[in-house]
């Protein structure tokens, strides 16, 4: 059983608090849009996926228990607290994609005439909650596409005549597991399903400084998973991959543009750099929620900075020389051209197919 970041029954929101993992495992109870902002933004819970799916459940966690007048009163509500927690951080776009999705139906739904406030009110959250089983199907979706290419890849790599791949190492950065979305995980659900296929030899983590999700959430989902596993530091992932025969690198998004130009987690980029020196596919996974097609390349994306006090500090303790200048990025934007494929739960597409064929899906 993969560990739960989020629990949710109708009327009541707990997140599991990320920044004290892995040496606290402890609920925090969400009352309604005010705490869910506030755990976004503080970094409780993080991830994608997460974000949109934890302030989703806020705003339904507030609404439940009120008693509204008309629908156009239940409407303005919905409208103004999404686009409220749209602001708790500015780079991934699947709260954004799912509030305009959520403000589309509140608008349907009190144009229609067949409809009162209580039924409205009931669709809203049927709707918010159906969020948590879609993201757990997609990442399993994710991860079956994910192994499949990269398992395809090494196949033709030795030449058809070499048959089935054997098993595979493989490098992730970041937290992409459980605990960055409803269950199971965009880039670590693709670990996931390599190690229940038999074909996982190893995944190695990056650290992911400065917030360490990755040695402080992906080794602690590693380790309860009890996949074989190894920790590395940032710095390492060149001589990682001269030295250890890696297979595939596979990270998450948090907003792909039209173009392929992925933003994730900072760091991001330099590991694309590096794999392409040393021909390793390097892979994104991501939700169709991740996906901006609204803008054409990554140098639209807003990159948020994060405060000073998580590069200078590790936990109470500072590392910094006090009185140095810091630049504290939170993401940057690999280029389309370093990534090899983006795995969807639709499927796995070059960068250069993406816009087509996802603009073809969503019509369909
Ligand atoms: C499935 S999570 C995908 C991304 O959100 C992940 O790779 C990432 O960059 C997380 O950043 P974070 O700052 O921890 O929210």
Request: some cysteine; charged content about 20%; overall charge neutral.
């Amino acid at each position: 059983m993969s560990l739960q970041s989020i629990k949710y029954s109708r009327g009541s929101l707990e997140i599991l608090d990320q920044l004290l993992l892995p040496g606290q495992s402890k609920y925090l109870v969400v009352r309604g849009v005010e705490d869910g902002w506030k755990v976004i933004n503080k970094m409780q819970v993080r991830g994608a996926p997460a974000i949109a799916i934890v302030g989703c459940l806020s705003l339904a966690v507030e609404v439940n228990p009120e008693e509204f007048g008309s629908k156009k009163l239940l409407r303005q509500e919905i409208e103004g607290k999404l686009n409220y927690l749209v602001s708790a951080r500015p780079t991934a776009v699947n709260m954004k994609i799912a509030a305009d999705e959520l403000i589309t139906l509140a608008n349907e739904l009190d144009k229609d005439e067949n409809i009162d406030v209580a039924e409205m009110k009931h669709r809203f959250l049927s709707a918010t909650e159906a969020m948590l089983k879609k993201d757990i199907a997609d990442n399993r979706a994710i991860g079956a596409h994910g192994a499949k290419a990269i398992l395809q890849g090494v196949t033709e790599a030795a030449g058809a005549s070499a048959g089935s791949a054997g098993s595979v190492r493989v490098l992730t950065h970041c937290n992409t597991g459980s605990l960055a979305t409803a269950g199971y995980g965009t880039a670590l659900g693709v670990v996931r399903q390599l190690a229940e296929l038999g074909k996982l030899e190893h995944v190695y983590c990056t650290e992911t400084r400065p917030y360490n999700q990755g040695a402080r959430l992906t080794a602690y989902e590693l380790v309860h998973e009890k996949f074989p596993a190894t920790l590395v530091l940032d710095s390492m992932v060149a001589a990682l991959l001269r030295a250890k025969n890696v297979a595939a690198v596979v990270v998450g998004a948090d907003r792909v543009a039209a173009n392929g130009d992925t933003a994730n987690k900072i760091g991001t980029y330099q590991i694309a750099v590096v794999a392409k020196h040393h021909g390793v596919p390097f892979y994104v996974a991501a939700p169709l929620t991740s996906i901006d097609l609204a803008i054409p390349s990554g140098d639209h994306i807003i990159i948020e900075e994060r405060p000073d006090r998580e590069m200078t500090h590790v936990g109470e303790h500072r590392i910094a020389a006090p009185g140095i200048n810091c630049w504290n990025p939170a993401f940057d934007v690999t280029p389309a051209s370093l990534i090899t494929g983006i795995i969807t739960e639709r499927g796995v597409f070059k960068p250069a197919e993406l816009n087509a064929a996802i603009t073809k899906l969503l019509e369909s």
